[in-house]
C-alpha cells in the first residue's frame, strides 16, 4: 500500500473516531440533561417549590422516559456529618406519583420527611398504629451508626419519618413521635395500653392544624415558613365545623379567592392596607 492510502487511510480512521466522539457525546448530553418530567401538577409544583428552598436534591430517581419517580435531600449514610441539615429534617424525600391515605382524614400523600432520633422498641406498635404515615427504618441509618449495630447489636438511631402533601404536616407527625418517645420512653412494660393513647393524640393534633386551630404543640426545630408553607389550614365546615376565630383573620368570604391560598401573614407582608388583612 502507497504512503499516500495509508496517510488517507489514518485520516479517515480519525474522522470517524471524531464523528464517534461527538455523536456519542451528543447522545449523553440528550439523555442526561433533559429536565425531569413530573407529570402531575401537585408533587410538580412541590418539587420546584423545595428545590427553591433546598437546593437540587442529593438523589434523583427516573425512569426510562425520564419521568421522576423520586427525589430526596438527606446526607450520603457513608459521609454524614450533621443532623437537621435540611430546614430541621435529616430526611426529605418527594415521590412524583401521590398515593393515598385515609387515616385521620383521606388525603393525597407524596412528600416524606424524617428525623435520625432513638426509638425505644416498645413503642414502635404504638406509633405505628397512631398512623400509617409513620415510619420507621432501623437499617439504613448512617454508617457508623449501622456498624455500631452490627458489631454491638445496639440501634442507637432510627430514621423516623411521616408523610403527607404537606412539610408542614409532615413535620408535625414525626415532632408527635418525638414528644411520645420523650414521655413513655421509659415504661417499658406499656404497650398494647398505649395504641389508643398515640392515635388520639395525633388525631389532635392533625386536626388542630387542618381545623385552622395551626401548629398547637411546639417544634422549636422546625420553620413552616421556611418552607413557604401556611400556618394552618381548613378542610371546611363539614369536618371541622365553624372556622375558628384567630386573631387578623378575615370573615370576607372573597378573600380567600383574593390571597390565592396564602396565609394572612404571607399576603399582608408588608403591613398591607387590604380589607382581607
Known sequence: MSKFLKKNCIKVTISLLLVILVLCGVLFYCKFSKKVNIPEKLTRDKYHSLVSVLGKPNYLEIDSRNNMKSATWMSPLDNFNDFGKYGGADFIKIHGKPSKKYHPHPANVFLILGKYINVPEHLFGPLKYASETINIEQLFVPQKYSDKYYNTGIKDVALLTGSCASVTISAITVQFAMDMIQKYKRDTEKSLELYETFRKEYDRRIDDFLCGRGITDPIEWFSYEYFKEGK???????I???????????HYPECEKEMGGLSVDEFCKPPREHKCC
Do not use: D, K, Q, S
Open 232 to 238: 394552618t389550614a381548613f378542610l371546611g365546615e363539614n
Open 240 to 250: 371541622c365545623g365553624p372556622r375558628p376565630v384567630l386573631e387578623n383573620f378575615t
